[in-house]
C-alpha cells in the first residue's frame, strides 16, 4: 500500500542527509502512561474455519502479553440462521464445536460476554475468489539497486467493490501483510505488488548463511524457504480496520474497529481465503 | 442653553477649521533608487500629536495650522532629517532620505521603531526593515524573514523540515502571508531549509500577531505582509550571490527615468548538477528556483501602478520511483490614484495559485495525488484622511477560490474532489489620535463566505463520518452563506515619554482550510472549503500590553533599551482535526475525514531590546498554553494541540567588529511539542498494534539551538562590493527531536523501543555576493 506520509518523511530524511552532515537517530527512554487492561477480539468467519482468539492490551513497558483469556463467552450468529457458541481449545483460540464455515454474502454477528464486558461486531463474507499466480522480479530503481518484488494475482468477482487483505508467510511466519481494493479492476485480475528485499541485502545474506552464519535475517527470504500466499476478500469494515491499522503508529491513530462496546479493541472478519504454497527459488 | 451649546460648538468647530487650514504633505524616498518608503515616520519636532506616516507609496499628509515648523522624517536605515518649513495653506515638502550606514551597522533586525512602540494604537505588530535582516543568521548562506521572525515573541518554527511559522498557538496554514497584497500558500524550498522569499527584493515585513486592521481577513492567527522594491528609478544595479547550493541574481533599474523601473529576480539550486556526476543518482531530479519580477510606473503625482509576477517550483524525482512537485504562481496588479491630499485608492487584482503532486510509478503501481488552491481576488481599499486625528479604510474584497483538496490517479482510475468558493468582505477601519495621550484603531469587517455548486456535497453523519445523502448542485448555484462579522479594536495609552499601555480585541475567520498530514505542515497537505458539513473557523483575541523605552542621557540615547510585554488570550471555534483513526488519504471527499470543536490559547510574551551601540540584540521569553476540544477525539476531552510549547526563549546578539566584520549569534529554546504517545499495545494478524487513550498526552524533548554568522563587507569599488557571508547553523550540533517513531525491539525486555529522529547536526554555509 502507499503510506504517502511515510514516503514523504523518507524523502525528508534523504534530503537532510543528502544537504547536511547527516540526520541521527537516537532510543528515547519514555515513561508511558498506563490504563486498564482492554480486551483485544481477533475474530474470524472464513471459507476453511470460524476462529476467535481473544487476549488482554500490555503496558507500554511489557512483553506483549498473548496469553490467551479463556473463559469469554462467545456466541456467532449468520443472517442463514446459523447459530453456534464456540469452545475454547487447547491453543487458547475459540473454534465451532461443529466445525462450521462460513458461507459467502452471510452476515456474521459475534457476541462476546466475558464478566461484566459485552461487545458485539458483524460482518459479512464477500464472494469466492482464487489466487491465480505469485511472480517475482527483479526491479532496477537506480543504477546498482534492484529491489525483490512479487506480483501476486488473483481473479477479481465482477460488478461489485472488492476489498482484500494478503499476507505472506514465511516458514509460517507473517513476513508481509498488505490491502489493497479493486478500483480499476472489477471482473478481471486483481494484482497486489509486494516490495521484499533488495539484492544486495539479499546476496550478503545468502553468502553469510552459506558461510555457516545461523542468524536468519528477518527481512530476506533465503533460497528454500517455504512460503504461503493467503489472499482473503474482506469486508468494507474490515478493510477500513486494516487501513487504518496501517497509519496506526505513524499518524497516532487508533484502527477504526468494527466492534461495538466498552473495553474491547481488535476486529472481527468473515472473509473468504484462497491460499498458494511455494519453495522461495531466488537468483 | 440649547442655543448657548450650539453656539459653542460652531465657534470650537470654526476654530478648528482655522487650525487646520495648513496642510503640509509631500513624498518620503530613498535618494539613491528614488523608490519611495512607506510606513516612515514624519512629526513636528517636539510635538508627539503632530506625526504621521507615510502610506504604502510612501506619501503623507500631515494637517498643521499656518506657521513656522521643524518637521522629522524618520526611517530605519536611513538618517534622520530635521527640516525648517513655513506652512501655508497646501505646502508640499518632499524627503529624499540616505541611507544611514552606521545605523545599518547597529541595528539589523528590529521591530518597530521605540517611537512607533510607544505611540501606535496598533499593538501585537512586529515590523521588521528587510535592510536589517541581512545580518541574521542563516542557513546555507541565505537570510530567512520567517525565521527571523520566529526570533520574536509569540512566533514559533513549526518543526525543522517546515517552512511554516506558528503564532500564538496558531497552525502554519491560519496565517494569511502575501506578497505585494496577494495571497501565498504554502512557500518555501527545500521543505523550509531554504527562505521563501529572496531577500534582496524584499522591502518591508509587518506581521500582526494579534489584532489587526480591518483590512485585512480570511485568516484567524495572523497576518504577514510582505512587500518588495519598485525597482530603481536612476540607475541600473543589482546583485548575485553564489552559495554551495544555489545561485541567484537581481537585476534593477530604469526603463524611462524617474517615471517606470522594474526589478528581475531569480534563484536556482544546483544540488542536482552534482547528482548527475554521481553513477548512483544521475536519475534524480532535486532542484527549486523562483522568479519574481515587477514593473512599477509612476503615471503622475497621483497615480502609480506595478505589476508583480512570483513563480516558484521545488521538484525531487528518481526515474522509475517516484517525485514530489510543489509550487505557486501569482500574478498581480496594483493601481493606487491620490482623488486629492486626503483620499486615495488602491485597487488590487491578483490570481495566485498554489499546486502539489506526488506520485509513485513502480511495477505495476501507478499513483498520482495532486492537489490545488487557487485565488482570484480583486481588492478596493479608499484612505481617507478627513483630519490630523484620524485615517480612514473603507473597501471591499472579492475573491473567487478554487479548491481540489484531492485528484488522485491510482492504477488509471481517478477520484477528484474540487470544490469552489466566493468570499466578499466589506471593512471600515479608522485609526483615531484622540487626545495626545490615546489612540486606538478601530473596525468592522463584513465577511460573507458563499459555498457554491459544481461538485456533490454531503450530508454527513456526525459520528461515523458516513455519507447519509448527495446532493448535486449546478455551477455557480450557492449551496450556503456563511456570515461573519468581525469586529476590531486596538487602543494605546501612553502614560508618559516613555511609557505606553494598550489593549485590543478582534476577531477574525477562515474559509480555506489544510488538511495536515502530520504535526508538522507539509507541501502535500490537502487543502479544502468551508462546505455544508465544514464550518467556517474563527478566533477571538484579547490582549493587554505595556511597552516602555529606558533612556541612557549620558550617551544621549532616548531609547537605549525598550521593553515590551503582552497578555493574549485566544478563543478558537470550529478548530478542525481528522476523525478518529482517519488520515490524509482515506476518504477523497474532505468533509468525511474532519470533525470540528473549539480550542482557546494563553500566554505571556516579553522583549527586551538593547537599541544602539555596537552590540545589539534581545532577549525574549513567552510562556504559553494551546488546547483544543473535539466532541468526537480523545473521549471529548481539552487536549493539548500540536502548536502547544509551553517555554519558549529567543536570545539575539549583534556586534559591529569593524567596519568590515559583523558578526550574530541567535539562540533558540523551545518546550517539546505535544505528541500522542500509546498507552498499551496488542497484536492482530501478527502485527503489534499501539493504543492511544489520551491524545497528545506527551511531549517530545525539548528544542534549542545556536546558529551563528559572520559577514565581511569587501572594499568598495567605484561600481562594485563583494561581501563574504559565513553561517554555522545549529553551532553546538545538537539533535532536536523531529519525529518519534515507536519500533518492534526483539532484543529490549518489553519489545519495543522509541526512536528520535533528528535532521541536522550542525551545518555550515558559505555565500560570496557581489553587489553593483
Redesign the interface.
Given at each position: 500500500m502507499f503510506d504517502m506520509n511515510t514516503k514523504f518523511i523518507n524523502i525528508i530524511l534523504g534530503l537532510a542527509t543528502l544537504l547536511t552532515l547527516g540526520s541521527c537517530k537516537k532510543t528515547l527512554e519514555l515513561d508511558y502512561d498506563t490504563v486498564p487492561r482492554k480486551l483485544v477480539i481477533e475474530g474470524s468467519v472464513s471459507n476453511e474455519e470460524i476462529k476467535v482468539f481473544v487476549t488482554r492490551t500490555s503496558n507500554m513497558t511489557d512483553t506483549l502479553d498473548k496469553t490467551p483469556v479463556t473463559t469469554a463467552q462467545i456466541e456467532i450468529t449468520g443472517s442463514d440462521g446459523y447459530d453456534e457458541f464456540l469452545e475454547a481449545g487447547e491453543d487458547g483460540y475459540y473454534y465451532s464445536p461443529k466445525q462450521a464455515i462460513g458461507k459467502a454474502g452471510v452476515t456474521y454477528t459475534l457476541k462476546l460476554t466475558e464478566n461484566d464486558t459485552v461487545c458485539t461486531a458483524q460482518s459479512t463474507m464477500p464472494n469466492p475468489i482464487e489466487l491465480d499466480s505469485a511472480v517475482f522480479s527483479w526491479l532496477p530503481i537506480m543504477s546498482d539497486i534492484e529491489i525483490r518484488i512479487c506480483n501476486i494475482y488473483w481473479k477479481d468477482p465482477a460488478d461489485e467493490s472488492n476489498y482484500y487483505l494478503l499476507n505472506l508467510y514465511r516458514n509460517g511466519e507473517l513476513f508481509k501483510s498488505n490491502i489493497n481494493d479493486d478500483s480499476g479492476m472489477t471482473g478481471e485480475v486483481a494484482n497486489m505488488m509486494l516490495s521484499i528485499m533488495s539484492r544486495n541485502e539479499w546476496e550478503d545474506a545468502e553468502k553469510k548463511k552459506k558461510a555457516g552464519d545461523d542468524k536468519i535475517k528477518e527481512d530476506i527470504i533465503y533460497n528454500g524457504d517455504t512460503l504461503v500466499f493467503d489472499v482473503r476478500a474482506i469486508d468494507l469494515p474490515t478493510y477500513l480496520y486494516y487501513n487504518s491499522m496501517s497509519y496506526n503508529e505513524s499518524s497516532a491513530i487508533n484502527p477504526t474497529s468494527n466492534i461495538k462496546g466498552d473495553g474491547c479493541l481488535g476486529v472481527f472478519s468473515a472473509y473468504y481465503s484462497s491460499k498458494r504454497n511455494m519453495i522461495y527459488r531466488g537468483e | 442653553m440649547r442655543n448657548k451649546l450650539l453656539f459653542l460648538i460652531v465657534i470650537q468647530n470654526l476654530i478648528t477649521l482655522n487650525l487646520y487650514a495648513g496642510r503640509l504633505h509631500g513624498t518620503i524616498f530613498d535618494a539613491a533608487d528614488r523608490s519611495t518608503l512607506p510606513t516612515a515616520s514624519v512629526y513636528v519636532e517636539g510635538r508627539i500629536d503632530a506625526g504621521t506616516e507615510a502610506d504604502d507609496n510612501g506619501k503623507y499628509s500631515l494637517n498643521l495650522a499656518d506657521g513656522k515648523y521643524t518637521i522629522c522624517c524618520e526611517f530605519l536605515g536611513y538618517q534622520k532629517q530635521t527640516v525648517e518649513v513655513k506652512v501655508k495653506g497646501n505646502t508640499t515638502l518632499n524627503f529624499a532620505m540616505e541611507t544611514s550606514t552606521e545605523q545599518l551597522g547597529e541595528v539589523v533586525v528590529k521591530a518597530n521603531s521605540s517611537r512607533e512602540v510607544l505611540e501606535a494604537p496598533q499593538m501585537s505588530v512586529a515590523r521588521l526593515e528587510v535592510k536589517d535582516l541581512k545580518r541574521m543568521p542563516a542557513i546555507f548562506g541565505e537570510q530567512d524573514v520567517i525565521k527571523s521572525l520566529q526570533l520574536m515573541p509569540g512566533v514559533k518554527a513549526e518543526s525543522d523540515?517546515s517552512g511554516g511559522f506558528q503564532v500564538r498557538g496558531g497552525e502554519a496554514s491560519q496565517n494569511l502571508v502575501t506578497l505585494d497584497g496577494a495571497t501565498i500558500n504554502n512557500a518555501g524550498h527545500?521543505?523550509g531549509?531554504f527562505p521563501a522569499f529572496n531577500p534582496d527584493i524584499l522591502r518591508d515585513v509587518t506581521l500582526y500577531k494579534g489584532a489587526m486592521p480591518a483590512q485585512y481577513g480570511g485568516r484567524t492567527s495572523s497576518v504577514l505582509d510582505i512587500n518588495t522594491i519598485s525597482g530603481d528609478y536612476e540607475k541600473f544595479g543589482g546583485d548575485a550571490a553564489i552559495g554551495l547550493?544555489a545561485s541567484k541574481f537581481d537585476l534593477k533599474g530604469p526603463i524611462v527615468k524617474d517615471k517606470l523601473t522594474y526589478y528581475v529576480s531569480a534563484r536556482r539550486s544546483y544540488?542536482d548538477l552534482f547528482l548527475k556526476a554521481t553513477?548512483?543518482?544521475?536519475?534524480t531530479t532535486?532542484y527549486f528556483y523562483d522568479i519574481n519580477a515587477k514593473i512599477s510606473y509612476k503615471i503622475g503625482n497621483r497615480d502609480y501602478m506595478f505589476l508583480s509576477f512570483f513563480n516558484s517550483k521545488d521538484n525531487?524525482g528518481?526515474k522509475?520511483?517516484?517525485k514530489?512537485l510543489w509550487g505557486n504562481t501569482v500574478g498581480t496588479g496594483k493601481w493606487w490614484h491620490q482623488f486629492n491630499n486626503q483620499t486615495d485608492l488602491s485597487s488590487t487584482l491578483f490570481y495566485s495559485r498554489y499546486h502539489s503532486v506526488?506520485g509513485?510509478d513502480?511495477?505495476?503501481?501507478s499513483?498520482d495525488?495532486n492537489g490545488k488552491n487557487a485565488q482570484l481576488s480583486l481588492n478596493e481599499d479608499l484612505r481617507w484622511k478627513p483630519d490630523s486625528c484620524h485615517t480612514l479604510h473603507m473597501g471591499w474584497q472579492s475573491s473567487y477560490y478554487d479548491v481540489v483538496s484531492s485528484d488522485w490517479t491510482?492504477?488509471?482510475?481517478r477520484e477528484k474532489e474540487e470544490r469552489y468558493g466566493l468570499e466578499n468582505a466589506l471593512w471600515v477601519n479608522d485609526e483615531w489620535k484622540i487626545t495626545k495621550r490615546l489612540s486606538a484603531s478601530y473596525g468592522l469587517r463584513f465577511d460573507i463566505f458563499s459555498v457554491l455548486g459544481g461538485s456533490p456535497y454531503y450530508d454527513i453523519d456526525l459520528t461515523t463520518g458516513d455519507i447519509i445523502n448527495t446532493h448535486n448542485y449546478a455551477s455557480g448555484d450557492v449551496v450556503e452563506n456563511y456570515c461573519n462579522w468581525e469586529p476590531r479594536l486596538s487602543a494605546n495609552y501612553k502614560l508618559n515619554q516613555h511609557q505606553s499601555v494598550k489593549a485590543s480585541y478582534s476577531r477574525s475567520s477562515q474559509n480555506v482550510h489544510t488538511i495536515k498530514?502530520?504535526i508538522t505542515s507539509?507541501p502535500?497537505d490537502r487543502n479544502t472549503l468551508t462546505s455544508n458539513y465544514l464550518k467556517p473557523e474563527t478566533a477571538d483575541q484579547f490582549s493587554v500590553g505595556y511597552a516602555a523605552t529606558i533612556a541612557n542621557e549620558k550617551k544621549n540615547q532616548d531609547d537605549a533599551y525598550s521593553i515590551e510585554t503582552e497578555i493574549y488570550y485566544k478563543k478558537m471555534g470550529n478548530v478542525t482535526d481528522?476523525r478518529?483513526?482517519?488520515?490524509?488519504?482515506?476518504y477523497t471527499e474532505s468533509d468525511r475525514l474532519l470533525v470540528q470543536g473549539e480550542g482557546r490559547s494563553y500566554g505571556w510574551e516579553i522583549n527586551i531590546k538593547k537599541n544602539h551601540g555596537k552590540l545589539t540584540g534581545w532577549i525574549s521569553y513567552t510562556l504559553s498554553k494551546t488546547e483544543s476540544q473535539i466532541d468526537q477525539l480523545n473521549e471529548g476531552r481539552w487536549y493539548l494541540a500540536n502548536s502547544d510549547r509551553r517555554h519558549s526563549i529567543n536570545i539575539v546578539a549583534m556586534y559591529s567588529l569593524s567596519k568590515h566584520w559583523d558578526v550574530s549569534a541567535a539562540w533558540t529554546f523551545n518546550s517539546g511539542q505535544a505528541?500522542?504517545?500509546?498507552?498499551?499495545?496488542?497484536?492482530?494478524?501478527?502485527?503489534?498494534?499501539?493504543?492511544?487513550?489520551?491524545k497528545n498526552?506527551?511531549r517530545t524533548?525539548n528544542y534549542h539551538r545556536l546558529d551563528l554568522s559572520a559577514t565581511r563587507h569587501g572594499k568598495q569599488h567605484p561600481h562594485w562590493q563583494g561581501e563574504w557571508a559565513f553561517g554555522l547553523f545549529n553551532a553546538y550540533g545538537r539533535?532536536n527531536p523531529?519525529?518519534?517513531?515507536?519500533k518492534e525491539d526483539k532484543e529490549s525486555?518489553?519489545?519495543?523501543?522509541?526512536?528520535?529522529?533528528?535532521?541536522?547536526?550542525?551545518?555550515p554555509s558559505v555565500t560570496y555576493r557581489i553587489k553593483f
Open positions: - | 523540515a527545500l521543505l531549509f547550493l544540488a553513477e548512483d543518482l544521475k536519475n532535486l525531487f528518481m522509475d520511483l517516484g514530489i506526488m509513485m513502480i511495477s505495476e503501481i499513483i495525488y491510482n492504477n488509471g482510475i498530514e502530520s507539509m502535500v481528522y478518529e483513526g482517519l488520515q490524509n488519504e482515506t505528541f500522542s504517545l500509546p498507552t498499551a499495545k496488542y497484536e492482530v494478524n501478527g502485527q503489534t498494534v499501539y493504543y492511544y487513550a489520551n498526552n506527551y524533548p539533535y523531529f519525529m518519534i517513531n515507536l525486555l518489553t519489545g519495543t523501543k522509541a526512536q528520535q529522529i533528528s535532521l541536522f547536526s550542525f551545518v
